[in-house]
């Protein structure tokens, strides 16, 4: 399995971004997919998943903010990211487990939140 993500780049505070994250090679094999986020100095953290069935989790830093989706069809997922903070800065990652629970990583895509 091979994820691209893309979308990441700068925005104002309080503004909106969307990252998607497609899956390629053994796609049949996906069930929950998820972004994750690392900022400078801090450790790697979860930001939301979703699993096929379209069930999903957020940390509770990004609740009611930040919405993730997929499109099976396109082995697609998205994080739309409203009312961005300067905290929100980070490289995001995309995330996939297969059937047997084994992971997989995606390229990170940088967000910044500036002024």
């Known amino acids: 399995v091979q994820l691209q993500a893309s979308g990441g780049g700068l925005v104002q505070p309080g503004g909106s971004l969307r990252l998607s994250c497609a899956a390629s090679?053994?796609?049949?094999?996906?069930?929950?997919m998820g972004w994750y986020r690392q900022a400078p100095g801090k450790q790697r953290e979860l930001v939301a998943v979703i699993t096929r069935g379209g069930s999903t989790n957020y940390a509770n830093s990004v609740k009611g903010r930040f919405t993730i989706s997929r499109d099976n069809a396109k082995n697609t997922v998205y994080l739309q990211m409203n009312s961005l903070k300067p905290e929100d800065t980070a490289v995001y990652y995309c995330?996939?487990?297969?059937?047997?629970?084994?992971?997989?990583w995606g390229q990170g895509t940088l967000v910044t939140v500036s002024s």
């Open positions: 090679g053994s796609i049949f094999s996906i069930n929950t």
């Open positions: 995330k996939a487990w297969d059937t047997n629970l084994k992971d997989y």
